[in-house]
């Protein structure tokens, strides 16, 4: 072959024996790879020859091969290999290298792997031509496929499973109950493989299946739920379209057969005994029955009913939803002394019935219960049971407003008493006697006061107190004409001065507390005194009211202001009762409108009504107002307070000092010698011994007793600290009691210079004492300064010893 020639052709030889008769797997299409030389190349002249690229075609390779060497695929050749070896053949792609290898020299390619088309259906791979030496690409690579061709390897599968349906019973034949579908992973496009046929194992007396569509119909058309409610149907599938030597594959379909109301309810007994006292209320459960059905759910919903007249008036039956059962109550008070035995018949039925099935019979069924009444010890019972009286309202007391009646129902009849509830009639305006049951009244009635009373009236057994009925009883009291018609209001009436003849000045209507059955009838005229009338007159309109009308030409104020007229007003009775109201009459002074100015020189202000703002405000104001006086007046009472609490605060030392020299001992404005003597004013000492003389321990009640002596401190056994325990035991108490104040304690020392001091102590501390021995007339030796000062304690001693002389 020309050196010049660069293409070459692959040659493809396939494994099956018949390769050589299909020569057309073998033939070669000459192609132009790229890059194999372009028009006007030399090599191209002066060959002559067309280059040729790849040419290809597809491999097969059986699936699941078995054998133990490597499964020969095909060959790949190319034309410009001599043989030499100088050619090597690679392939890339899926499988390369691993499941499919290459002869590098030959080109023959084995698979080396079991290889399986449900996994995986085709490979595809690259070719590759290199120069050995250079490693140079001769020819573009190309790309081929390797094809797994299928066998009957894998059997159909149910792959939905499990399978579940469901068939109402009595269902006709060929019903559908359901679709079975098995898959097959062979090649459905290669022969038979994958071509399933169903058909029935286990079942086949009661269920058929479509060989084809894989559908599920009954055989049979008598399934009957309660005989069997559920089949297991084993439903196999084989491919190659049944023939022999096909695979297969079963599943188990559960067939549930659903219920329809074919089964009539039906009563377990023919009859039913139940007992009941008497005395049993309205509404009470006598017992429970109930009718069997062989079907379930809805099917079996029941109503029942009572058929025969007797018990539909005496007994109830009701359906209960939950157990389905029927309950029978009582409708009406039993009596045991009327009739001991009662026979009702009650019916069952289905409450949906289905039409399809009614000629299979009646959905019903029938039972008698017999109810035994038992006897037992009854209160008396109120015949009639009337509950309403009547009585006239001036009845006396003692006068018969009815007789109630009651009796022992039972066979001994015993005797009854009779009573009344008082916690009803706590008043005891009636009576009843206890053997006749007469009621009688115990006070004067008044229908004005009372006109309804409502009583209970007790009867029991005159031997067992226990057996007790009630009877509520209404007692009404009728009116008689007691009470006379009285004006409605105190009317007073103004007329103007000018008023002129007929004008009308008042209308007058009255008002009767009693209440006649035909209703009110009032009759006015003007009362004797006032026969002599000539000013006013009085019509009666005839409709209970009368009009007051003007008989002369005006009035005059200066002469008579006021008119008192009395009018007097009669009922229709029987008895005829009147009395006489007066009717205020004032002359005023108007306008030449008519509108009254003043009356009896007191002037006629119509007062505008408040808007609903105007009155809020006001309101407010007046809130503002006692808010603002609550204040003050809590102020004041802290201010009082805090003042109280200051004063009754314990005495402490105080200090008074003067810088100013002053005018010396005959000087007695320059200082206010009040202020040293309010040091020693123990005014809540004077206040607790209620000023008693100094010979009982207290303080004297005049100012000259409260200023003692200025002793020198000499320790004294007979010293009386009696006026500070108290003094100190109010304050304790007072803080005890009250509990608006924290709890403040004090303590306070009182310190003495000592008797080593040069000089006397001045301390007062005990100058509260009036039984001191000191003499202060050493004073005098101090000085003029002193002077006045000795001349005021050598004066009080002075009056001391007279006072106790």
Known sequence: MAKGLQGFSWTMLLLFCAIQEVGAWAMHTAVEGPGLGQPGDPALLAGGRVKRGWVWNQFFVVEEYTGTEPLYVGKIHSDSDEGDGSIKYTI?????????????????????????REQKTFYTLRAQARDRQT????????????????INDSEPRFLEGPYIGSVAELSPIGTSVMQVMASDADDPTYGSSARVVYSVLEGEQH??????????RTAVADLDRETQDRYEVVIRATDMAGQLGGLSGSTTV??????????????????????????APVGTAIGRVKAEDSDVGENTDMTYQVKDEEGVEMFKVTTDSN?????????????????????????????????????????????????SVLDVDEPPEFRPPSNLMEVQEDAHVGSVVGVVTALDPDTANHPVRYAIDRSTDMERIFDI??????????????RETAGWHNITVLAMEADNHSQVSRASLRIRILDVNDNPP???TPYEAAVCEDAKPGQLIQTISVVDRDEPQSGHRFYFTLAPEATNNHHFSLLDIKDNTAAVHTQRMGFNRQEQDVYLLPILVVDSGPPALSSTGTLTIRICGCDSNGAIQSCNSTAYIVSATLSPGALIALLVCVLILVVLILLILTLKRHHKSHLTSEDDEDMRDNVIKYNDEGGGEQDTEAYDMSALRSLYDFSEIKGGDGGGGPGEGGLGGNPASELRALPQWVQSPDLDFSVFRDYICRKVEQADEDLSVPPYDSFQTYAFEGSDSPVPSLSSINTWSSASEQDFSYLGGWGPRFRQLAALYVGRRGEEDTEES
């Open 323 to 371: 157990t389905q059962e029927a309950v029978i109550t009582v409708q009406k008070p039993l009596d045991y002394e009327s009739k001991k035995v009662h026979t009702v018949v009650v019916e069952a039925l289905n409450k949906f019935v289905d039409p399809r099935f009614v000629d299979l019979g009646t959905f019903r069924d029938q039972t008698i219960v017999r109810v």
């Open 486 to 488: 009285e004006l409605a």
């Open 207 to 216: 269920f058929t299946v479509d060989s084809k569509t894989g559908v599920i």
């Open 254 to 279: 559960t067939i549930v057969v659903t219920d329809v109301n074919d089964n009539p309810p039906r009563f377990p007994q023919k009859m039913y005994q139940f007992s009941i006292v008497e005395t």
């Open 433 to 446: 006697d206890a053997n006749t049951g007469a009621i009688v009244t115990g006070k004067v009635l008044d």
């Open 135 to 150: 490693d140079q690409l001769l020819e573009p690579e190309s790309e081929f496929i390797i094809k797994v061709q299928d």
């Open 92 to 116: 890339s792609g899926e499988g390369a290298g691993t499941i499919f290898l290459i002869d590098e020299i030959t080109g023959d390619i084995h698979a080396t792997e079991r290889l399986d």
